[in-house]
């Protein structure tokens, strides 16, 4: 059992006070987990509510050395979330490949990597809705016009968003526009999309 100073309690909790609330809450559920997964260099790394750009790479370089060490190849993206591997020698169905690469996932990058890549894509921690509504504001789009942020958050979950513009499907797509998805793209999607509704 490790007795912490008394002070880390309150100066914890002020990190996590300055949080939006969609990452703190997302941060507190990983840290009162008793999911093995969740190991002490994750906990340590999320209990100031932040990640930083040191830390993460730190864990990407421990992936890769624990996919090297299995003899798994295989290439990151430099920007970070990306991989692919190469089945081992030996493993036609990839099943081996697989398990060892979750394993690995799951004790370098963990629970980690997809706070911090949220956190950098939204750092306001905007709800789906909020997202979409700023998103079709500032593209000018007046499909969902006059939409509250809370209808919109409702159709999203409820799979009942179905955009007609290609101007709201890039919304859809990318609402912060961090992937790098195209207006092009968009409407390919959707063309394909509306083709399928009249298939069927």
């Not at 040191?54 to 003899?71: I, K, N, P, V």
């Not at 709800?127 to 998103?135: S, V």
Request: hydrophobic letters at 35%.
């Amino acid at each position: 059992m490790v007795v912490l100073p008394s002070g880390c309690t309150a100066q914890t909790e002020r990190a996590g006070a300055e949080v939006p609330e969609l990452w703190r809450a997302q941060i507190d559920q990983v840290l009162a987990t008793d999911d093995p997964d969740v190991t002490v260099e994750h906990r340590a790394i999320l209990e100031d509510y932040a990640v930083s750009d040191a830390e993460y790479q730190g864990l990407r370089q421990e992936l890769s050395d624990c996919l090297t060490d299995h003899g798994i190849e295989h290439t990151m993206d430099p920007a970070g979330g990306g991989l692919e591997t190469a089945d081992l020698p030996g493993d036609a169905e990839g099943s081996q490949t697989m398990e060892l690469s979750t394993a690995c996932m799951d004790g370098t990058t963990g629970p980690v990597e997809s706070i911090y890549l949220g956190m950098r894509e939204n750092p306001e921690g905007l709800g789906q809705g909020e997202a979409l509504r700023r998103c079709l504001d500032d593209a000018d789009a007046t499909e969902y016009a006059g939409v509250s942020e809370d209808e919109l958050e409702r159709l999203i979950t409820t799979a009942e968003l179905k955009p007609t513009t290609a101007e709201a499907q890039l919304c859809t797509m990318d609402p912060f526009g961090s992937q790098g998805v195209s207006l092009d793209v968009a409407r390919q999607v959707l063309d394909q999309e509306q083709r399928e509704v009249v298939d069927e």
